[in-house]
């Protein structure tokens, strides 16, 4: 699949590679950081412009972002009223649009190249927490900026290993942003589960207090 | 919520393995040369052997390697030339273009 993408990358070029990073920004399961390597590649063995590809992925990446937020944001209505009928969803509603507001600046930079599995989502939870338009496009530009030059860059310096730089950062990308996922998850988990014991209290209150 | 937890604890793992994985196999020197993949370029190959675009560009018979960017598969399938042909005469070339230079 990746080698049939690769050919993709060689037959179509700068518009090959517009199309993948902002399809990806939308949650479209195309590998843009991988397709950025073999695209810095091919600009260093002449077979594309290095800098016509920088702008023709940073253009991309920077407007699927825009699209994403943008369906987040006019998207959500329909989905608070149906969260508005039940108390308990319109809380948990509210903590991840707080989360989104408190942590939205550099939640949108560092997940758009450090945990760039997770930018997608991102782009949706920030349009439909009403995150500021401004503050997120700074955030999402600059973050945005560092991927593209860390993928092509890194294609482009190390064209002859461009299948290992693949496999390893394909594997580091996934690694941390499962793991963040997990973390987020746990503490959510043992937050809401403190908040259940302290809800329902049973005949041995003081002991479930204490843990 | 405890579904997704255990989902990306499993994702988490499994990334990890495949990062252990990868960086033995790429460890091995035995393959720090990337094979050929029928999706470069001659441009691309000559680039990450370290041969002249000229070169390579003779041993695939299609004169100067051509602007539009024409990738291994296609010029194979048009000249009928097998990839294990061309990896070997490639690999011919690099091994006495190091013993040249010795």
Known sequence: ?211 | MSVAFVLAFLATLFFGVRLIVFTFYWADPEHRFQTLEGWMTPRYIAHSYGLPPEMVAGILDIGQPAAHRRTLDEILRESGQSMADFQRRLTEITASGAADAQ
């Open chain 1, 1 to 211: 699949m990746t080698d049939f993408l690769f050919q993709l990358v060689a037959d179509y070029g700068t518009v090959f590679l517009f199309a993948v990073t902002f399809l990806s920004c939308l949650a479209v399961p195309v590998p843009a950081s991988l397709l950025m390597l073999s695209g810095g590649g091919f600009a260093a063995s002449g077979d594309l412009g290095l800098w016509s590809a920088v702008s023709a992925s940073y253009l991309g990446a920077v407007s699927g972002d825009q699209l994403g937020y943008m369906l987040g944001r006019h998207g959500s209505g329909a989905f608070r009223g149906f969260e508005g009928r039940h108390p308990k969803r319109a809380a948990a509603f509210q903590r991840a649009r707080n989360l989104t507001l408190t942590w939205g600046g550099s939640g949108v930079f560092f997940s758009r190249w450090l945990l760039s599995p997770l930018g997608p989502y991102v782009n949706f939870a920030s349009g439909a927490a009403g995150l500021h338009w401004g503050r997120y496009l700074a955030w999402g530009a600059a973050g945005e900026a560092i991927w593209v030059a860390l993928y092509i860059g890194l294609g482009y310096g190390f064209a002859s290993r461009v299948g290992e730089f693949a496999d390893l950062l394909g594997s580091a990308s996934g690694l941390l942003s499962a793991l963040a996922l997990t973390v987020g998850l746990g503490l959510w988990l043992r937050h809401a589960l403190r908040h259940h014991k302290f809800r329902k209290p049973t005949t041995r209150d003081t002991k479930t207090d204490e843990s």
